[in-house]
């Protein structure tokens, strides 16, 4: 028994694991602590959501572990290898401005896919505009849809590469409450059909009990995970249910929010 | 699903949009020679006598003579201009390091008006087709140099991240995202250096070569005070420039280029 714990298995038992993680920005010299020693394990397939106070460094996480940005101390691995910088196989889906407004609907889904033979990339693009209820808009710029549609085009694109772990940040936080709700639900029903690991970062604490397997709290700058709440409620969520309520109101709190206004 | 397509306004606005400047122009040019014909001294030729002017330059062969002479030498200024600037400025803009360390001198040329490279241009070129090339080469060099500097300045931060996300070499990331993140700014800026070229030409052919409009206007005033060729020469030139504005402009309604100028 003891050697067991003792010993590891060659991919340690997450998908993409944060040991240790701090991160400051330079700033007229002065250093600026952002993050200080995260330490997470996601498995594979596994809904994560961040959320924080604004300002927190929710992003700069996203970005440490997608990549664009190295951390100062600590480590990031997926599958057991350290994080060298971007990679296909790790999309970032971002809050706006993400899809190229130069090309159609179907030019920004075949973005990725340029290594693939024509009827391939066609017949991928067409899945995706499918899955994304594109359909009709294929030839359209961007600058001709609604802001939900450009979300759906963005996710679309970063999931026609076919990659492992799709990290958002605060993707439909620009877009109507309406809109938001239905978005959460296409989000939902993709995550369900293909299963890849999501790291979706939000301020929306709403957001986060319908979405996530587990929501990690940060605290404010420089932050640490303050908690980490499992929702072991089963989709789809019925977003009255007392034990949505209890979990929702248990995340408030932990952000340190009242209960009346 | 939102945003009317803008090619479905209805033929008659556009009409009007066009005749109203049209009929503008035609009222102007009336008041023009009811004046010229009451004040008969003459201190500007009528609009009639610049008109019997352009088509005695017709007539002798000298209109598409001069207006292709012209164009030619604004076409290779302005296209070796191009072809040394957009690049160069695009990689300065890419490197911070280039930008810093290129741009005061950037700076202390570019005031400089191109007519001030004259009598360089001579020496170096003789006079010729050669000498005005090059003053609407340094004309046009520096505006250009500018605009693909901070085209490339100006692309949003999420663009180059996504062209990094999705694994591409160098070239692919150039062909695929800086060009066409770059490329609405660089028409922009072409345009306006279009303008400048059309400037000089007329100012070098005065001094450099005896050909081309800004050739016309100097020569007909010299050669015996024909001020009617004077005026059909200013006119010329206005004409065209217009048309290479309206070209220009013509690209910046191409789909893929026009994301820029609409909202966002």
Redo the contacts between chains.
Sequence with gaps: MATETLKRPPFPSGKLRLEHVGMAFDNDGKSFPVLEDINLDVSDGEFICLVGPSGCGKSTLLNLMGGFLAPTSGSITIDGQPVQGPDPRRILVFQERGVFPWLTVEGNIGFGLSSLSRAERDQRIAHYVQMMRLQGFEHTYPADLSGGMKQRLQVARALAVNPDILYLDEPFGALDSVTRLIMRGELLRIWESERRTIIFVTHDIDEAVQLADRVVVLSSRPAKIEDVLTIDIAHPRNISSPRYLQLRDELMSKIGLAYTL | ???I?PEKRSTSVSLSVWLRPVAFILLLLILWQIAVSRHPEQLLPGPWAVLKGIGELLHHGLLLKYVVASLFRVTWGFALAAVLAIPLGLTLGWYRRGDMAFNPLVQIFRPISPLAWIPLAILWFGVGDLAAIFLIFVGCFFPLLLTAMSAVQNI?A??I??G????MSTA?FVS??LY??V?PQLITGSRITMGIAWLVVVAAEMIAVNSGLGFLIVDARNAGNRYDLVVAGMVLIGIIGLLLDLGMRSLERV??????Y???
């Design positions: 699903m939102t945003a397509e949003p999420v663009y991240n996504v990094r996300n999705f694994g692919q695929r995202v066409p993140a490329v789909k893929s280029f026009r994301w820029s609409s909202e966002d």
